[in-house]
Antibody, heavy 116, light 106 residues
Framework: QVQMVQSGAEVKQPGASVIVSCKAS????????IHWVRQAPGQGLEWMGW????????IYALKFQGRVTLTRDTSISTAHMEVRSLRPDDTAVYYC?????????WGQGTLVTVSS | DIQMTQSPSSLAASEGDRVTITCRAS??????LNWYQQKPGKAPKLLIK???SLQSGVPSRFSGSGSGADFTLTISSLQPEDFATYYC????????FGQGTKLEIK
């Protein structure tokens, strides 16, 4: 079954870091870029960045440069997203998705809550 | 950054209606335009890619058109499962989503 399964919900304090994982299965992990998109409660979709799982190369949205790092472990077909210096307005559902020009497969989403 | 503007932001319609949602880019994006459907609590689902290509498995009542800066998504005959939020996305230069159009039952 072709799918992307993300790690579970997280609750973090302001200033902390969080790592969200995304495990791909049913397809060749290195054949598709992995993107990260977030959605704040009741809001729209915001693209954060992408990673080439083959080379490890990354591109980040300007807003997230320096605060977000995308990595991968090809041996277990898993991508990771780390967000540092969390703020309350980082509270959102974070999605991984695969694709190049379009995102044809998405993870189920991971809720990250930032609260003191 | 390329800005994407959808209209309307919300729309009330009835089963069987024909519905059109528009998306305008702040610059020419050729046909690098995709449409997604999102239901509450679920991940987005790709409907249309490259402005007009129907994604595999998506019903033919969905169609997309446009090029350059102006695009439309049309649902020819609304079904109960189509009430959801729809987003356009440009992939010409990085990626930007429209603000969404919530399609509600009249």
């Amino acid at each position: 079954q072709v799918q992307m399964v993300q790690s579970g919900a997280e609750v973090k304090q302001p200033g902390a870091s969080v790592i969200v994982s995304c495990k791909a299965s049913g397809y060749t992990f290195t054949d598709y870029y992995i993107h990260w998109v977030r959605q704040a409660p009741g809001q729209g979709l915001e693209w954060m960045g992408w990673m080439n799982p083959n080379s490890g190369g990354t591109i980040y949205a300007l807003k997230f440069q320096g605060r977000v790092t995308l990595t991968r472990d090809t041996s277990i077909s898993t991508a990771h997203m780390e967000v540092r210096s969390l703020r309350p307005d980082d509270t959102a559902v974070y999605y991984c998705a695969r694709g190049t020009d379009e995102f044809d497969l998405w993870g189920q989403g991971t809720l990250v809550t930032v609260s003191s | 950054d390329i800005q994407m503007t959808q209209s309307p932001s919300s729309l009330a319609a009835s089963e069987g209606d024909r519905v059109t949602i528009t998306c305008r880019a702040s610059q020419d994006i050729r046909t690098y335009l995709n449409w997604y459907q999102q239901k509450p609590g679920k991940a987005p689902k790709l409907l249309i890619k490259g402005a007009s290509s129907l994604q595999s498995g998506v019903p033919s009542r969905f169609s997309g058109s446009g090029s350059g800066a102006d695009f439309t998504l049309t649902i020819s005959s609304l079904q109960p499962e189509d009430f959801a939020t729809y987003y356009c996305q440009q992939s010409y230069n990085r990626y930007t989503f429209g603000q969404g159009t919530k399609l509600e039952i009249k």
